[in-house]
């Protein structure tokens, strides 16, 4: 059973991000991007919940990687906007938001320190289904206008 995540993800999840090496912590700054460019609840949605949202076909493989059930945020700006560019393929509407994850919304992990991979400072984050997207999330994010960079801000 899953007290802190959808009843639709798999049998004793949280567990499996435990024995993963995942944690509860601060980590700031993050970046995520914003498909449509608009700070709202939805964008925020674990990988999982966007595809069955937009009706995309979920992959077995992706069925049994705790990733597909995370919200994908980068510790890096600059490695942010190359997926965004070349892996997303530049979506015209696509923003950047600069925030932070806080300790008490779910846990975290660079996807690095689970399996090997190119992008270096990806980072997954299991939000808790506890929490509200709306009062607890997105009042820690803000969207950087076109050509910001998050210096000297204090997020």
């Known amino acids: ?30 970046y995520r991007i914003l498909y449509d460019g608009e700070l709202k609840a939805e964008n925020f949605d674990s990988t999982f919940h966007d595809y069955k949202r937009r009706g995309k076909k ?3 493989r992706q069925l049994n990687d ?16 190359l997926v965004r560019v070349y892996s997303m393929r530049n979506p015209p509407n696509a923003r950047m938001a600069v925030g932070m994850i806080a ?9 690095i320190e689970r399996k090997e991979q190119k992008r270096r400072t990806h980072c997954d984050w299991w939000i808790f289904s506890t929490i509200s997207k709306e009062k607890e999330i997105l009042p820690l994010f803000e969207v950087l206008k076109e050509g910001e960079d998050d210096q000297g801000k204090d997020v």
Do not use: C, H, W
């Open 66 to 81: 705790i990733g597909t059930y995370s919200t994908s945020v980068f510790l890096n700006l600059e490695e942010a906007n």
């Open 58 to 60: 979920i992959t077995k």
């Open 103 to 111: 300790a008490d919304t779910g846990y975290n992990q660079r996807t």
């Open 1 to 30: 059973m899953n007290e802190k995540y959808p009843e639709d993800y798999p049998e004793d999840f949280e567990e499996k991000l435990i024995e993963a090496g995942a944690t509860t912590k601060e980590v700031k700054p993050v």
